[in-house]
């Protein structure tokens, strides 16, 4: 099984993960915690599901909140069929070659994972066109 650690483009020092029990980015982050691991789980439909190598069960899902949509982690709830919980891989650049993707997600179309520095919170954005 291979684990990831999901960092921001813009800020490479963030990274995801749960210390607290819930997930945040932030800087300082040990690459060996395993709560800043992720194992991508194929659906076979061209999207997988992002869960957390600390507490397996802990998947990354989209939720509304008032009238914006949040990245947040349910622990036990989320079921890999639900659609708010899937996401593609979506190559910067079209060969993919320098490595950074758009985390995107399949219920919310051209709804991305973005690092939002100020809150330490992973929200889920709109990349531009």
Known sequence: VKFFRIASHRFPELKLHMNPGYLVCSD?????WHDAMWQIKDTNEGYCVLANRYNIKAKINMHDSD???K???AKGE?????W???WRFVPL????QNGVFFIENRFRKHAH?????KLKRL???YAPS
């Open 123 to 125: 929200i889920a954005g």
């Open 93 to 96: 650049l079209e060969d993919g």
């Open 113 to 117: 994972l973005m690092f939002d520095r």
């Open 67 to 69: 009238k914006f949509v």
């Open 78 to 82: 989320v079921q890999t069929e639900w």
């Open 71 to 73: 990245a947040g982690v």
């Open 28 to 32: 300082g982050v040990d690459p060996r």
């Open 84 to 86: 708010d919980a899937q």
